[in-house]
């Protein structure tokens, strides 16, 4: 219930699609904490600005960046399919820099996809290590 309150909140300062995404992430991050994950950031920057990491937790001994989308329908395909090779390289670069400043090891890292499709019903779909850890640096 106080999703949809935020949500509508969201609705009368954010574009539509935006409100939407940060719908999604609170959905995901609800449903990582349950599954045991901490997360200690959200919607992380790294210092060029280039992408911004949706989620950042702990799946025990990984420290797991999450990449969350949402869409209120399937008419544009399937969410994850928005992550494209170019995006997962600028998820990779950002997480390299987090990691260099908090002196964790790439063997401990781990990229997931969380999509959300709104509707009826709604669909929250988890995918572990969903595309390669190797720095591309």
Same mark, same amino acid.
């Given at each position: 219930m106080i999703d949809?309150?935020?949500h509508k909140g969201r609705l009368l300062r954010w574009q539509p699609d935006h409100a939407l995404g940060r719908r999604g992430e609170d959905l995901a991050h609800r449903y990582l904490q349950k599954?045991?994950?901490s997360i200690v950031a959200r919607n992380y920057r790294g210092r060029n600005g280039g992408v911004e990491v949706d989620l950042i937790g702990w799946d025990?001994? #990984?420290l797991v960046f999450v990449e969350v989308k949402s869409r209120s329908g399937d008419s544009f395909g399937p969410p994850e399919?928005?992550?494209d090779q170019e995006k997962q390289v600028r998820l990779i670069r950002a997480a390299g820099e987090y990691i260099h400043r908090i002196g964790v090891d790439w063997k401990n890292v781990r990229f997931d996809l969380v999509s959300v499709?709104?509707?009826d019903p709604q669909i929250l779909?988890? #995918?572990e290590d969903a595309f390669g850890r190797s720095s591309p640096l």
């Open positions: 949809l309150i935020r599954r045991g994950f025990g001994p #990984v399919k928005a992550v499709l709104f509707g779909s988890h #995918v």
